[in-house]
């Protein structure tokens, strides 16, 4: 069993009389992408900053790389991109990298070298000499994200890291969290993008009013966890009762049929049925829960005000 | 320390970027026209009055004390100077960046809280010393030229100076870890006006005997010795018929003591700790 990448005991934080983080529990292994969910003022900033060093917790305990939170050599091994990055402005990119990587204790050679490759990678070669003060938000986004992989992170924080990027900055940032996977590096994401997490992550953590409420696997997610519609004339209200044994929640309206199956494998079995019931059958089509559907039935329609 | 000394040069680099330097600068030669326009017309006037009258000897001390007057007055309005400028840095650096937030991907660095106000220390010193050579540096060229004069104790007076703006950069620096940056400016001139009105009631008081004036002046300077430094640094270039002949608005009447001047720097190094453990407790 490796070390894991993050690992919160009740973690907490209290600012004068209320209670920012709960009671925060998690764990995140290593090379693991990881989705940190949850409404407006639920605490996902304030617990990543805990596990930054920047905030100091009221009581519980964490771990990054297996060292105690705040441990310097293991800032080394971490990478951060702030949400609401301001950064030195009065600097050029490449001064601002150079700044970055030298209190990283970066060597020289391999600074430069990482330097280029990273303005290269997301798309600032161009203006690695302009003033940061002269860079639009997404061009700053884009440098700090640079900034947070120098060192080649075994873990990387990122607050809203698509947060001002138009599409082609969003590919792009799913695409380097994809590589960063590949590489084996933990990311810890945190993102109000539903779509986003969904198609980056492998897990993700809901969280309200600063405690984990529930964990899922993105992978059961599509497994199990299908909706069906279908689209069928001729269905008698037996037919579709019988339907029950293969899903629940079956809702009819209008020759439109929609349920949740339990697994997927069932598609073709329910095709076989509905045609022995003579139904002419028009389109089965699978529809996966949204994210944005589970964070809404977790958290409640208020948002976890 | 080798992050110490990329945060030093991170402070010099951005006072510079941000035309601190330059505003200093302008500002510092304009100071330094006018002072030295203003000199030359004091002196020529004053040279020509005592050429009329008296001796070699006689013209020789009216000289002397007037180029010392002249310098001590240029020296005071230097301090004021780099009071202000020790204060303005220290105000909103470590305020203004956690403001911002870009404090917020240096300190999650291998870097210790402390290093990081260290390393910003270091760069303002860097600066006001460099801002102290010049305007002092050109004050005392500027009675030199006019008047072959220099004053006696130079570098201890002027060393006491720039000690005087480290001292309230470094109040400053303190205030601002743990303050926003207008708040800090208000208590870092707070402060400075406290003792500077300490400094005068004290001088006030030694002048015409009354001991409660001079207690309070002491405690002043305890609270903040700051108008103290100055007013050693005066005690140390002026002449001596000068210091034995009474107030002078730049100089000073009552020297405050060598201890004063050791008590300002553990004062220093106790705000600078007070700094550090501030900023080390801060939430970011």
């Not at chain 1, 029950?244 to 076989?272: F, H």
């Not at chain 2, 601190?20 to 006037?45: H, K, M, Q, R």
């Not at chain 2, 204060?87 to 960046?97: H, M, P, R, V």
């Amino acid at each position: 069993m490796s070390i894991p990448a993050i690992k919160t005991e009740e973690l907490r934080k209290v600012f004068g009389d209320r209670a920012a983080v709960k009671g925060l529990t998690l764990q995140v292994e290593q090379g693991e992408v990881f989705g940190f969910l949850g409404p407006n003022g639920a605490g996902k900033t304030t617990s990543m900053k805990m596990l930054l060093g920047l905030v100091a917790p009221t009581s519980g305990s964490a771990s990054l790389l297996g060292a105690p939170i705040g441990d310097l050599p293991t800032r080394a091994r971490v990478g951060f991109l702030p949400e609401h990055f301001r950064f030195q402005d009065w600097l050029t990119a490449r001064e601002f990298l150079l700044l970055h990587g030298q209190l990283l204790g970066m060597d020289a050679r391999d600074l430069q070298t990482r330097r280029e490759e990273l303005l290269e990678r997301v798309g600032l070669s161009p203006f690695g000499n302009k003033l940061l003060r002269t860079f639009s938000k997404g061009m700053l986004q884009r440098v700090g994200l640079a900034q947070a992989l120098l060192n080649r992170p075994a873990l990387v924080f990122l607050d809203e890291p698509t947060s001002g990027l138009d599409p082609v900055g969003r590919r792009l940032v799913r695409d380097i969290i994809r590589e960063l996977k590949e590489g084996g590096t933990c990311v810890f994401l945190n993102s109000h993008l539903l779509s986003e997490i969904e198609v980056t992550c492998d897990r993700v953590a809901f969280i309200s009013h600063g405690e984990v409420i529930r964990t899922i696997e993105m992978e059961s997610l599509e497994r199990n966890m299908s909706r069906v519609t279908i689209r069928a004339s001729g269905l008698t209200p037996e037919a579709i009762h019988g339907l029950a044994r293969w899903g629940e929640n079956i809702q009819s309206n209008d020759g439109q049929l929609v349920m949740t199956l339990q697994q997927e494998q069932a598609l073709p079995e329910i095709t076989r049925y509905l045609v022995a019931q003579n139904a002419e059958v028009y389109a089965i089509t699978p529809n996966r829960i949204s994210l944005e559907e589970i964070f809404i039935e977790t958290v409640g329609e208020d948002g976890g005000l | 320390m080798k992050s110490i000394s990329v945060l030093a040069r991170m402070t010099f680099q951005e006072a510079i970027r941000r035309r601190i330097v330059l505003t200093g600068l302008v500002l510092g030669i304009l100071f330094l026209i006018l002072f030295s326009i203003g000199a030359y017309l004091i002196s020529t006037e004053i040279q020509r009055e005592t050429f009329a009258e008296g001796g070699a000897a006689y013209q020789n001390i009216m000289r002397t004390e007037m180029s010392n007057f002249l310098l001590m007055a240029g020296l005071y309005a230097v301090t004021f100077l780099s009071v202000a400028m020790g204060a303005l840095l220290g105000a909103d650096t470590l305020a203004g960046e956690i403001n911002s937030g870009s404090i917020q991907t240096i300190l999650t660095k291998p870097v210790r809280r402390s290093d990081v106000v260290f390393g910003k220390w270091l760069g303002f010193a860097g600066l006001l010393g460099l801002y102290a050579i010049l305007m002092s540096g050109g004050v005392i060229l500027i009675v030199f030229l006019q008047s072959d004069y220099i004053p006696r104790n130079m570098l201890t007076g002027l060393s006491l100076i720039y000690l005087e703006s480290l001292l309230v950069m470094t109040i400053s620096l303190a205030g601002s870890s743990a303050m926003p940056a207008l708040a800090t400016g208000g208590m870092v001139f707070g402060l400075y006006g406290l003792a500077f009105l300490g400094g005068w009631i004290e001088q006030i008081g030694t002048l015409a005997s009354i001991p409660a004036a001079v207690q309070i002046g002491i405690v002043s300077s305890l609270i903040v010795p700051t108008e103290a430094l100055w007013r050693r640094a005066a005690f140390e270039m002026q002449t001596p018929l000068a210091s034995s002949l009474g107030m002078s608005p730049f100089g000073a009447f009552s020297a405050p003591s060598l201890l004063m001047v050791l008590y300002a720097i553990l004062y220093l190094v106790v705000v600078f700790a007070i700094a550090v453990s501030t900023f080390n407790r801060r939430d970011i």
